[in-house]
């Protein structure tokens, strides 16, 4: 049995970093194993203007713990209101790497997103043009469409509309939690790739639900059945480059999970990377996890592969701590629910 792993420095492809006290609380959390990640802009304002982000990206290089080997890379919030030429010049400078499009009311702090599709088509057109990468929360916000429905349906009613008007836009469906999205990006020609979470790798609908409500496992999208979950094992494991992991770690204070309205996010990055080598060892793809967390979201993203490595090695059952503490209070470390044998040691 592999007793140790040397991978290239994985990246995170979706990364909610916040801002203020949780931005200095989770930052050491990421810095310490992944060397990029895609910080997405759903602040409270959001990061719409290439000079939001410019500033963001201040805020998160003062909060660096001293001597990380950490580089974020920023996102653009669309709305209809933004500027194309804007974005190009974010992108030209190297700032921004994707514009992210939340579905108005889709998630948290997606309010600004966007309602009407056709009135961004010519930021499409634009980052088509360039070659700047759309992120995707790809969920219908239809009050009448079921909430595990809500994923399948926007590829049919909004994602494949904006890919045939905009054929050459490249777009990464993030977070997926479906067989439905699976094979979309399966069978799709080019141009098209997904981030998986850590979590959706883990947990399906009855770990949230069944012998009592488990708000640190609630997320959005929400986690599918079984079936669903075993096909996102099944595409992350396959060495496919179209999948790549994107956590999604996503920090809200324990008061705002474990209450009458609890916000969805799950916290993973403390311990994303040890449990996707859980994941594929059970999956018999170990071979297969520096193709997932460290290579294939850079060639996505047409950035080098990192130089840097990193080394995890298998030992006893690790434990990790329940929390971290933010100043704005506890946040819940996502706990897998299996023992994870693998630690980053170097
Ligand atoms: O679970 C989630 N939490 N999903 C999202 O799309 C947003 C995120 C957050 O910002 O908390
Ligand atoms: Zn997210």
């Known amino acids: 049995m592999t007793q140790s792993l040397t991978i290239p420095r994985p990246d995170d492809w979706h990364l909610h970093l916040r801002d203020g006290a949780m931005l200095k609380a989770v930052l050491p959390e990421t810095a310490r194993h992944f060397g990029r990640a895609i910080i997405m802009p759903n602040l409270v304002p959001p990061v719409v203007t290439a000079a939001d982000a410019a500033a963001y990206k201040a805020r998160i290089m003062a909060a660096m713990p001293e001597g990380a080997d950490f580089t974020p890379l920023m996102t653009l919030y669309l709305t209809e209101e933004t500027d194309p030429a804007d974005v190009a010049v974010a992108a030209s400078e190297g700032l921004v790497h994707a514009v992210k499009l939340y579905p108005a009311g889709a998630t948290t702090n997606s309010a600004s997103g966007v309602r009407d599709f056709d009135k961004v088509r010519p930021v499409f057109e634009r980052m088509a043009e360039i070659g700047l990468p759309l992120c995707v929360h790809g969920e219908v916000t239809d009050s009448e469409v079921d909430i595990f429905d809500r994923e399948a349906v926007f590829i049919d009613r909004v994602l494949d509309p904006i ?184």
């Open 163 to 346: 890919r045939r008007a905009v054929p050459e836009l490249r777009v990464v469906m993030e977070h997926v939690t479906t067989s439905n999205a699976v094979d979309y990006v399966t069978s799709a020609e080019a141009g098209l790739g997904a981030t998986i979470t850590a979590h959706h790798l883990i947990i399906n609908r009855n770990h949230i639900l069944v012998g009592g409500i488990r708000p640190h496992y609630y997320c959005l999208p929400v986690a599918k059945r079984e079936s669903h979950r075993l096909a996102l094992v099944q595409a992350a494991t396959s060495g496919d480059p179209r999948f790549f992991l994107g956590t999604d770690s996503a920090p809200h204070v324990d008061p705002a999970k474990e209450c009458g309205c609890g916000c969805a996010g799950c916290f993973t990055a403390t311990n994303a990377i040890p449990l996707m080598a859980e994941v594929f060892e059970r999956a018999g793809a170990l071979d297969k996890l520096d193709g997932f967390v460290s290579r294939h979201g850079a060639a996505f993203y047409r950035l080098p592969v990192s130089a840097s490595t990193i080394t995890l090695t298998r030992g006893d059952a690790t434990t990790f701590p329940a929390k971290i503490e933010s100043g704005d209070g506890p946040v819940t470390v996502f706990d897998p629910g299996f023992p994870v044998h693998w630690t980053v040691t170097g």
